[in-house]
């Protein structure tokens, strides 16, 4: 499965999605995460809104310490190792052929002593949710996962399941098409969603939504 149609060096900017590995400095850590677009594709690369989710989370406006997370279709992990290492524990997610890699990189880039912090599970949106607390979570944190207009109902799903009214969902996004629009659509018949960052340069939003509690009949 490919996001944009792809030939190899064919487009400048996408070139740096087939190196072995891209480096950052978040949280005080060098971080190196291995990427493998040949082999896992879209899964096993940095996509810029993951970067730029980690330069907000750094710039201190959520509070992460003590906090517990969930990331959702985390590719390479980037986001759930750098909330790690600002003090959550974090579950880090995505579907059962990209684990093996994204336990890598976290192995790799957690110290010993946050290891404990952090699991890495498979969580396909909309199965077999029950295998996660519903309404548990203080953050739930989704880089660049909005894009399949298929999947759309399934993450709709998902985030209801694990949100509760106190739960702040992070979503970094490039609206590439009007469908990305169109999920943002249907998440605020649900949520109440607003744009809390953007960066121009690598052109993302970040929108923070938090569940609107139904109105009980009286
Ligand atoms: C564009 S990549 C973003 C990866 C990473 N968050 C980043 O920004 O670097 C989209 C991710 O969503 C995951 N994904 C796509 N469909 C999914 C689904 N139905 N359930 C769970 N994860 C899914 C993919 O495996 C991939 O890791």
Known sequence: MSLVPYVENSIPALSKLHNSSAQFRF???????????????????????????????????????????????????????????????????DRAPALDFLQANVKANVPADRQASVVVAELTWGERLERFPAGGFDLVLGADIVYLEDTFPALLETLEHLCSGGTAVLLACKIRYRRDSDFLDMLRQRFRVEEVYYESQRDIHIYKAVKTTPCRDL
């Open 27 to 93: 949280a005080n850590h060098s971080l190196r995460v291995a990427q493998d677009w040949r082999q896992l594709g879209v899964a096993a690369v940095v996509w810029d809104a993951a970067v730029v989710m980690c330069m907000y989370l750094e710039l201190g406006q959520v509070e992460l310490k003590g906090k517990v997370a969930i990331e959702l279709g985390a590719g390479t992990g980037l986001v759930g190792i750098v909330a790690a290492l600002l003090g959550a524990r974090v579950t880090i997610t």
